[in-house]
């Protein structure tokens, strides 16, 4: 069946560092793929999607590039602050057998100042 | 301001009781969901419903229930049929294609 798969967290970096949050995907079809975001004691926050092959979603300063070839949807942010210390999760929308979306396992990110 | 509801933020029951979160949403959203999340864990679908008066079963429904007579409502309850009940519970919603669309959560601990 489908699924998406994160890596490992936690990811440690000091504030203004590069981040890279691999996420990469098995699915049938074209699903549409989306970053959650998850503050401490929070919901959900959609952080940003892509519908289509080389879409590229972005929001906050955060990206991430449809890639059907290598079934990937890496998160990016050029410069990372505090702030941005939370758990990321990748998803797909999976419609078979009806409106439900698949979910990473989520990667925590720890921002040092 | 729309939006997606849950009350309470905390709830704390013994065991052998039934316990019923609310969620309301006032996005005119079709689709209702609930999730649970254990600490360090992704979510997991409880029952979805994709219509008032019809819901579906997700991955573990099981020592659940959940009914959707408004548009607006989808109640779960946790019955004592569940055998770690203890966890983060989400509500989210979305039209009829997505993307989801959360609410706060509500923690539940049973002892």
């Known amino acids: 069946g489908n699924s998406v798969t994160q890596m490992e967290g936690p990811v440690t970096l000091s504030e203004e560092a590069f981040l890279t949050i691999n996420c990469t995907y098995t699915?049938?079809?074209?699903?549409?793929l989306f970053w959650y975001v998850q503050y401490p004691g929070e919901g959900l926050q959609l952080l940003l999607k892509?519908?289509?092959?080389?879409d590229k979603g972005s929001n906050k300063g955060f990206e991430a590039t449809y890639r059907k070839e290598t079934t990937s949807f890496h998160l990016e942010k050029g410069s990372v602050q505090v702030s941005d210390s939370a758990v990321y999760f990748c998803a797909l929308a999976d419609y078979t057998g009806g409106f439900k979306t698949i979910f990473g396992a989520g990667t925590r990110l720890f921002v040092k100042a | 301001d729309g939006g997606i509801t849950q009350s309470p933020k905390y709830l704390f029951r013994k065991e052998g009781q039934n316990v019923t979160l609310s969620c309301e949403q006032n996005?005119?959203?079709?689709?209702m969901y609930w999730y649970r999340q254990d600490p360090g864990q992704g979510l997991r679908l409880i029952y979805y419903s994709q219509i008032v008066n019809d819901f579906q079963k997700g991955d573990i429904a099981e020592g659940y229930s959940v009914s959707r007579e408004k548009k607006e409502s989808f109640p779960l309850t946790v019955t004592s049929a569940q055998k770690n009940p203890t966890a983060f519970y989400l509500c989210?919603?979305?039209?009829?294609?997505?993307?989801?669309?959360f609410g706060n959560g509500t923690r539940l601990t049973v002892t």
């Open positions: 989210a919603s979305s039209p009829s294609q997505n993307p989801v669309y």
């Open positions: 699915a049938t079809g074209y699903p549409s």
């Open positions: 892509a519908t289509k092959a080389d």
């Open positions: 996005l005119n959203h079709d689709a």
